[in-house]
């Protein structure tokens, strides 16, 4: 699990799009933090930081308030269809002990048997957890698997205090053997000796046994 990260977070007072894009220009993120039965409260995150704390998409974040720390994590994260930066956030607020629904990245790790490789059906999991235990990432190992071997969802070893809350059945990862096929091969095959005028069929005209009289 990450460590708490810190964001120091102001009130807003003023709304629509151009407020937005002005915070924006001074580096500065709209967000809003709600849950546990509490008023949606309209804040502002400062953009530098946020933007580093949310390269872990279940980071731990300790939004303080004026002084008022609330632990939160980020629900929603909206970004610029072109450049990526962030233009919103969605913030929940969570609580010691209690448990969430969250997807984790899947990372492999090992090699496949030799000659095959392995095609990734999904990249994260859906799991149940401590807001407060979550972790980054799920290792899930490929090595040594042969061709024809899956990895389902309910074949992983989850994190201590974490359990699967989607479908075990769920196809992760298979392994395969790359083939080619007939047209490839065709395509691939080295092209025969073509003899000048023969391309349409016809052969090489012969001289006259004699002459014509």
Do not use: C, W
């Amino acid at each position: 699990m990450a460590d708490t990260l810190t964001l120091a977070a102001e009130h807003r007072t003023e709304f629509g799009k151009g407020f937005a894009r002005r915070i924006r220009a001074n580096d500065k993120i709209p967000a809003v933090l709600y849950g546990h039965g509490t008023a949606p409260d309209h804040i502002v995150l400062p953009g530098h930081d946020t933007m580093m704390a949310l390269k872990n998409p279940n980071a731990l974040l300790n939004i303080d308030i004026d002084g008022k720390k609330t632990l939160a994590i980020a629900k929603d994260v909206q970004r610029d269809p072109i450049k990526r930066e962030i233009v919103h956030v969605d913030l929940l607020i969570v609580k010691k002990g209690e448990k969430i629904t969250v997807d984790v990245p899947v990372h492999l790790e090992g090699e496949s048997a030799p000659g095959t490789i392995h095609v990734v059906e999904i990249n994260s999991l859906e799991i149940l957890a401590e807001a407060t235990h979550l972790p980054e990432y799920i290792t899930v190992s490929i090595e040594g698997l042969e061709e024809g071997d899956k990895v389902l969802a309910g074949d992983i070893t989850l994190p201590q205090g974490s359990e699967l809350a989607g479908d075990p059945e769920q196809l992760i990862v298979h392994i395969s053997v790359p083939r080619v096929s007939e047209e490839d091969e065709t395509a691939d095959a080295p092209e025969g000796d073509v003899v000048p005028g023969t391309e349409d069929g016809d052969g090489p005209s012969e001289s006259p046994s004699g002459d014509d009289k």
